[in-house]
């Protein structure tokens, strides 16, 4: 079936070590979405791609990155993480706006991270 | 930047009875999509309805149901029917169609009581 995938379910982290979450997906949607989720929150958006156009959030920390190199993959760099950090790091992507259908975007398990 | 309010933290329904989970929003825009997703405990976050704005008929899927009012810029969900497997955290959620950022409120943790 076609999905999204994050990679690992489940990252351990020390405080400032750089780490990378990665998301892939089969559905060939133009756009990808990164969110951080803490607990019993909503799901805050970091950045969005659409195709290689990049999309930040002005108060997304420069703590964090993106990279895309192509369709299918997408990556959450976190240069130096802190114990403010710790959440579910959500990817999710769908097809790009304004449509008429197939408007909702498809999440992945998420990565749950801790920095200790 | 849009903004997505859920006023209600918790709602509890006993099965087989209807519950209303409330959402509204601010935009400026006139064209947009608005969801209802569901994220169970650890689980993955799925779709449970839309609504494309420029539709003036309120979206229904099986047992959930939406009502949509545009000019007050509100987005309700009614589970009708509830069961068990319902229960789980809700978030209203609005797409813009011109830059598709999407954002989500915070959420209502339902509860469904045998």
């Known amino acids: 079936d076609a999905m999204v995938i994050q990679n690992p379910r489940y990252q351990v982290t020390q405080f400032g070590k750089p780490v990378t979450l990665s998301c892939s997906q089969t559905?060939?949607?133009?756009?990808m979405y990164w969110y951080q989720q803490k607990s019993s929150q909503a799901p805050k958006l970091l950045f969005h791609y659409y195709d290689k156009d990049f999309n930040n959030e002005a108060d997304t920390p420069d703590n964090f990155q993106s990279r895309r190199p192509n369709t299918s993959f997408c990556f959450l760099d976190i240069r130096s993480p802190g114990l403010g950090d710790a959440a579910m790091y959500l990817c999710?992507?769908?097809?790009?706006?304004?449509?008429?259908?197939?408007?909702?975007?498809?999440f992945g398990q998420g990565t749950r991270l801790t920095v200790v | 930047a849009q903004t997505v309010t859920q006023s209600q933290p918790e709602m509890s329904v006993q099965e087989a009875e209807t519950v209303t989970l409330s959402c509204t929003y601010d935009?400026?825009?006139?064209?947009?999509?608005l969801f209802w997703y569901k994220q169970p405990p650890s689980r993955q976050m799925i779709l449970v309805i839309r609504q494309e704005a420029y539709k003036q008929q309120n979206a229904t899927e099986n047992r959930f149901s939406v009502n949509f009012q545009k000019a007050a810029k509100s987005f309700s969900l009614k589970i009708s029917d509830s069961q068990l497997g319902d229960a789980a955290m809700y978030f209203c959620a609005y797409r813009s169609a011109a830059n598709n950022d999407m954002r989500f409120g915070a959420g209502t943790r339902l509860t469904v009581k045998p």
């Open positions: 935009t400026s825009e006139s064209d947009y999509y």
């Open positions: 559905l060939n949607h133009n756009v």
């Open positions: 999710a992507t769908s097809q790009p706006g304004p449509r008429i259908d197939n408007t909702e975007a498809f």
